[in-house]
């Protein structure tokens, strides 16, 4: 059984409540992560309250947990200002079934279609995170070490590595203000920042050999270009 978990401190009430209709999905299996009190909701959806200090990867665990509580199979986590179709959902969860993946995200350039396991190095994360839907009966689950940036590599790293890896499939969505809400608050800028020290912390390795490979491919273009250039001047 496929449900949707969202946080959100409902800045965009019709946003919110656009998803929600069209998510394609029964309001009993919708949680609500509500960050802020005193917010309303539509009727039907599970409310959860969180007023900690802000902690995305919280927030999509708590989401998780109750909808595994309710007897959820899938979850999708979802940002508030993502608008999507009654097709989104299931067609990311019918990948997962099909596949075997921990995770299904949407597919976005370069990357294709299908499943995508290891092969990690040059490291690019493949999963979006403003929408992905996770298989409960993996182990793979959020670190709260990470508070607002980089969980989503995280996830991604691991599930590629250690789990059943991230399928990507081809579903209409539009995350509407990616990165706003960062871009706007020195509190979240400031927390990505330690976040992203965590990241190169935990996969220094993994990191430092894909900045090699990068740095090579691209001092092999350069030569290519050099070359070619020098080809067509005589």
């Avoid at 989104?88 to 990948?95: P, W």
């Amino acid at each position: 059984m496929l449900f949707m978990t969202v946080p959100t401190a409902a800045s965009r009430p019709e946003l919110l409540a656009s998803l929600i209709d069209n998510c394609g999905l029964p309001r009993q299996c919708i949680v609500i992560v509500a960050t802020k009190p005193g917010l309303a909701f539509p009727e039907g959806v599970v409310v959860l309250e969180d007023f900690e200090s802000p902690n995305i990867q919280r927030w999509w665990a708590r989401g998780i947990t109750e909808a595994e509580r309710r007897g959820a199979t899938s979850v999708a986590l979802v940002n508030d200002d993502v608008r999507l179709v009654p097709s989104t959902l299931t067609t990311l969860e019918n990948e997962l079934i099909r596949t075997g993946a921990a995770i299904a995200s949407p597919s976005r350039p370069p990357f294709h279609n299908g499943l995508h396991i290891r092969q990690l190095v040059p490291y690019e994360r493949h999963l979006s995170g403003c929408l992905w839907v996770l298989r409960l009966d993996s182990d793979l689950r959020p670190d709260q070490r990470y508070t607002w940036w980089y969980g989503d590599d995280d996830l991604d790293i691991r599930a590629r590595r250690q789990f059943g890896g991230v399928v990507l499939a081809a579903v209409e969505f539009e995350h509407l203000h990616e990165g706003r809400a960062t871009a706007t608050s020195p509190v979240l800028q400031a927390m990505s920042a330690q976040d992203a020290q965590t990241f190169e912390r935990q996969y220094a390795r993994l990191l430092r050999m894909s900045r090699l490979i990068a740095r090579r491919q691209r001092q092999r273009q350069t030569r290519k270009s050099t070359q070619a250039g020098a080809g067509t001047s005589q």
